[in-house]
């Protein structure tokens, strides 16, 4: 490739990560802060495949130095080799990019560490915890989760947002982001015994700021029981 990834690149090829080279085809927004960009794949697809939630690295200048940010692939077409990413913009070179994006620029990106375990038994009911930046990773979780209701605690505006959701199944419960995230947790923290109680086979996912995310996994796991294989977390950006 081009430039260094630094020690970061390093690790990941000690890691067998895959390297490629995508390149946007056009952009578009879909609100004053959420912007979508189409890109092709460089070959990607077709040499890993695709799964539900799957994310990419893409590297970025921040002053002469490498960064790294995980995107969510949007509409991913293995045969065409084409996919899009959606950016909840904010200050940062990730974002900077991203509004600036054109067809013929290009980017490198890193397939590493994305994966997709179908929970067994399938869910009865999916508990989901999101914000605008992972909305992308939302709507793959509940498409390929196929009918199962849904209860979803989204931080954040939902205005213009491309939700992916269907209403007669699935519950979409918007709540600001107050207190660096407290807000939300003490409202999922409320709701969620009483909605679990009576579900023989409840699936949580979340997906917020690296401390909510964290938060919200310690309760589920450690104060309301929920085995490991039934709860998924990560963390998407860091307050």
């Not at 709540?175 to 679990?196: F, I, M, Q, S, Y």
Request: glycine share 8%; with cysteine; aromatic share 8%.
């Amino acid at each position: 490739m081009g430039q260094g990834h630094g020690w970061e690149g390093a690790v990941l090829k000690l890691l067998r990560a895959k390297d490629f080279v995508l390149t946007v085809t056009g952009a578009e927004d879909v609100t004053e802060h959420y912007r979508r960009v189409h890109l092709t794949d460089g070959g990607m697809l077709a040499a890993t495949g695709v799964h539900p939630t799957m994310w990419v690295r893409l590297w970025f200048d921040n002053a002469g130095k490498p960064h790294q940010r995980a995107y969510t692939l949007v509409d991913p077409d293995p045969a065409a080799g084409t996919f899009s990413l959606e950016f909840a913009l904010h200050e940062g070179c990730a974002s900077d990019w991203a509004r600036a994006a054109k067809p013929g620029d290009t980017i490198e990106a890193t397939i590493h560490g994305t994966g997709f375990t179908d929970p067994d038994p399938a869910p009865s009911h999916v508990f989901a915890v999101a914000d605008p930046a992972s909305l992308p990773a939302l709507n793959s979780l509940l498409t390929a989760l196929g009918p199962a209701p849904a209860t979803v605690w989204f931080e954040g505006e939902r205005d213009g947002l491309p939700f992916r959701t269907d209403p007669a199944r699935h519950d979409i419960r918007t709540l600001p982001r107050h207190d660096a995230g407290a807000h939300l947790v003490a409202e999922v923290k409320e709701a969620l015994p009483d909605l679990l109680d009576g579900t023989p086979d409840p699936y949580v996912w979340i997906a917020c700021d690296t401390a909510t995310t964290r938060a919200l996994t310690s309760y589920v796991r450690k104060e309301l029981g929920l085995p490991k294989q039934r709860v998924n977390a990560l963390g998407y950006w860091r307050a």
